[in-house]
């Protein structure tokens, strides 16, 4: 059975929403971050990189998120776009600007704003600037169709729910007066009975909460240094 290293953070998240979505049978296997799960030597030969999710399937090992998606799409057939190369190139196009793009800014913009020592201003206005920027032209994108490829829902707005969860933290309470037609994608995929079965995954397993210094140790360990 398919082993998903998972914690509740986004973007473990929209590989939980596509294997929902899928009907693959899973195991979850919680990575708790802030107590630096991830540093685990055994973790480390499934995800070099020491960050969630990554996941095993029979002799595949697979991490960065929308890696993942793309081989769980290979996999099952399911939610890719047409099999031809123009709309391939499409969904190559929009899935790494989500996985170069939207995840990097948007998470940099979380760590300076909320989690970093100052001085940081030019720094959170970087990376606010940055991930508005992002998060502006998906926006734009939505306001001209249904879903992130067309009409159709694919592993591309799986790959932006799992962060769109986040827009407030990231960008501010009133950030969904700017972002309306995100919003629309988020709350329609949060109707869906796959994205409330992946969120109720947070409450399977018991995470460390507090951003206290072994938290701060395992994450950002250059501010101890
Ligand atoms: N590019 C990676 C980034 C993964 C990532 O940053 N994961 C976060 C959770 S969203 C994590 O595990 N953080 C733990 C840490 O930074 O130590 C992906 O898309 O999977």
Redesign the pocket.
Known sequence: MIKLYY?P????AKVALFLEEAGLAYELIP?D?RKGD?HDPAFLKINP?????ALVDGEAVV????A?LLYLAEKSGKYLPADNLNARGEMYSWLMFV?TGI??YS?QAVHFKHFAPAPKDYAVARYNFEAWRHWTIINDRLAKMPYMLGNEYTLVDMAVWGWARAVPFILGNEAWENLPNVKRLLDEINERPAAQRAEALKNKHCYKSEMDAEARK??FPQITQ
């Open positions: 914690h953070s986004p973007n473990p990575v971050t991830q990189n020491a960050k969630t999710p991490f960065d998120s929308n993942i996985a995840g990097p998470g395992a994450m």
